[in-house]
């Protein structure tokens, strides 16, 4: 089987790699938290001492890293320290799974492909249940040799895998589904809470929109209201899932994008001042479904 190193072990990464070790990969991990590491070392991984140390001697190399900055400065390097790209073995492949600028993520592409390496930009949908059953949805960009090259890693992390162009255009996709997921979430904690004001019974109110026209994945998978539904982060008080943080984040990556092609988003640009507003008040890292508490009625 296959070797892969895994670099960037946190609430998602962890989990995915996991999943590697399950599919009969031998990995080897690093992270800057050595608990991270140590958690994984007990799953079967071999711990590396850096980065570099994890990714060479390795078929395949997958990261999962906060934003483009990490992402450039550990595949090319940075104030004379040498990055992956130069010393990965030759026929190495490189699959990032940040959520990142699309601009980064040609920029890593250009930069192996000059080494000969092949590189996709993989973000990934489904958060951190997605991430430990494996069922994760793989947004992917770049060329058609590497996406090929890049399946049996993917499948063993995830169930849903898609191919949305050349290099960056994975990252342009998985901006725009967090931008309308963004938006669904702030449309159903307001429609929620006008019904609770007006005396509804949410769980009965999102029984009647789930088979209605205002139906959408927030209210089948992730409602906002406490109580509603079990095993999501609104009936724990909002904690675990995908931080505020992380979402202002994405929504500042979508913003950029729109301003890059002089495209509309309005409602893009609503949610993300929204989100700013919220995490401002001591929010950042509660689940992003928190942004039902601010329609509640305060009076």
């Known amino acids: 089987m ?33 608990e991270a590491m140590q958690t994984l070392a007990d799953q079967g991984a071999l711990v590396a001492s850096t980065a570099c140390g994890a990714a060479s001697g390795v078929d395949v190399v997958v990261t999962m890293l906060p934003a483009g900055k990490h992402v450039r400065q550990l595949y090319m390097g940075a104030n004379g320290q040498q990055g992956l790209i130069d010393v990965v073995a030759e026929g190495t492949l490189l699959i990032d799974c940040s959520t990142i600028d699309a601009q980064s993520a040609r920029q890593v592409a250009d930069a192996a492909a000059a080494k000969q390496l092949e ?45 949305a162009g050349g290099p960056g255009a994975g990252q342009v996709a998985k901006i725009c589904n967090n931008m309308l997921l963004s938006v669904l979430m702030v449309g159903t904690s307001e429609a929620l809470q006008m019904g609770i004001d007006h005396g509804l019974d949410p769980s009965v109110l999102s029984d009647i929109m789930k088979v209605s026209s205002g139906g959408n994945w927030t209210l089948d998978k992730y409602n906002p209201c406490p109580g509603v539904m079990e095993s999501v982060p609104s009936s724990n008080d909002y904690q675990g899932g995908f931080m505020v943080d992380l979402m202002v984040k994405d929504l500042g990556l979508s913003q950029e994008a729109a301003l890059a092609t002089n495209s509309s988003t309005p409602m893009g640009a609503l949610a993300r001042s929204l989100y700013v507003n919220h995490g401002r008040q001591g929010h950042g890292r509660r689940d992003f479904s928190s942004i039902f508490e601010q329609f509640k009625n305060k009076g």
């Open 2 to 34: 296959a070797t892969a190193a895994f670099i960037g072990l946190g609430n998602m990464g962890g989990p995915m790699a996991v999943n590697l070790i399950k599919a009969g990969f031998t990995v080897k991990v690093f992270d800057l938290v050595p």
């Open 119 to 163: 590189f996709i930009d993989a973000p990934v949908s489904g958060g951190t249940a997605g991430a430990a059953a494996g069922t994760l949805t793989f947004i992917c960009g770049g060329h058609e040799r590497a996406f090929e090259r890049a399946q049996p890693a993917l499948t063993a992390m995830g169930s849903n895998i898609f191919h």
